[in-house]
T-cell receptor
Framework: DADVTQTPRNRITKTGKRIMLECSQT?????MYWYRQDPGLGLRLIYY???????NKGEISDGYSVSRQAQAKFSLSLESAIPNQTALYFC???????????FGSGTRLTVV | AQTVTQSQPEMSVQEAETVTLSCTYD???????LFWYKQPPSRQMILVIR??????QNATENRFSVNFQKAAKSFSLKISDSQLGDTAMYFC?????????????FGEGTQLTVNP
C-alpha cells in the first residue's frame, strides 16, 4: 500500500457542489499539506497542519477548508466548487526534523 | 516570502546527451534546502536531488547533479546521458529549515522531452 493515499484519483463535479478530497498516511508524520497544481504555476500551498490541533492557511486558501481528523488523516473540502478550482491536488506529509516529503498520487478534479 | 523561478517552460534533448534545467530563487535566509522533483506522466512526484545550503559541495545522484551558486541564488539541474524515461515535468523547490520551516515553495516547472 502507498505511504500517502489520496481518494478519489479523479473526480468530475458540478459548479456549486460540495466536494471532499481525502488523504491518509502511514508514514507516522505529524506534518501534512495540501497543494494545488496548475499548468504554468507549479504547485501552490493551500493548507498545512503541523499536528492534529494545528491548522494553517497557505497562499491560496480562499474557497477551501480542511479537517485534520487524526494524525493520519487530512481532508480538503471545496464548499461550493467553481470551475477555476479545476486542478490537480496533492496531499503530502513531511518528517518534522529532516523535512523529507512524501506525496500522494494526486486527485485530478474537474469542475464543470 | 520566498520565490522560485524556472524560466524555461519547455526543453528538449536527444537521448544520451546532456541537458541543464535552470532555477533561481529569492530568500533572505542563509540556511535552507533546495530540491528538484520529477513528475512523469503518471503524475507521481519523485524526489530527484536535494541540496543543503550550508554545504558548499554540489549534490550528485547518479546521472543527476546540481550547480548550486548560493551568492547568485541559482540552482540548476544537469542530467547527463539523458534517457527516454527522463521525459517529465521537473520542479525546483525551496524549503526553510525544519522544524520551523517545512513548507515547500515550487517553481513553475520545466517540461523536459527526451527524443530518441
Amino acid at each position: 500500500d502507498a505511504d500517502v493515499t489520496q481518494t478519489p484519483r479523479n473526480r468530475i463535479t458540478k459548479t456549486g457542489k460540495r466536494i471532499m478530497l481525502e488523504c491518509s498516511q502511514t508514514k507516522g508524520h505529524d506534518r501534512m499539506y495540501w497543494y494545488r497544481q496548475d499548468p504554468g504555476l507549479g504547485l501552490r500551498l493551500i493548507y498545512y497542519s503541523f499536528d492534529v490541533k494545528d491548522i494553517n492557511k497557505g497562499e491560496i486558501s480562499d474557497g477551501y477548508s480542511v479537517s485534520r481528523q487524526a494524525q493520519a488523516k487530512f481532508s480538503l473540502s471545496l464548499e461550493s466548487a467553481i470551475p477555476n478550482q479545476t486542478a490537480l491536488y496533492f496531499c503530502a506529509t513531511s518528517d518534522r526534523d529532516r523535512g523529507g516529503y512524501t506525496f500522494g498520487s494526486g486527485t485530478r478534479l474537474t469542475v464543470v | 516570502a520566498q520565490t522560485v523561478t524556472q524560466s524555461q517552460p519547455e526543453m528538449s534533448v536527444q537521448e544520451a546527451e546532456t541537458v541543464t534545467l535552470s532555477c533561481t530563487y529569492d530568500t533572505s535566509e542563509s540556511n535552507y534546502y533546495l530540491f528538484w522533483y520529477k513528475q512523469p506522466p503518471s503524475r507521481q512526484m519523485i524526489l530527484v536531488i536535494r541540496q543543503e545550503a550550508y554545504k558548499q559541495q554540489n549534490a550528485t545522484e547518479n546521472r543527476f547533479s546540481v550547480n548550486f551558486q548560493k551568492a547568485a541564488k541559482s540552482f540548476s539541474l544537469k542530467i547527463s546521458d539523458s534517457q527516454l524515461g527522463d521525459t517529465a515535468m521537473y520542479f525546483c523547490a525551496f524549503m526553510n529549515l525544519p522544524p520551523s520551516g517545512s513548507r515547500l515553495t515550487f517553481g513553475e516547472g520545466t517540461q523536459l522531452t527526451v527524443n530518441p
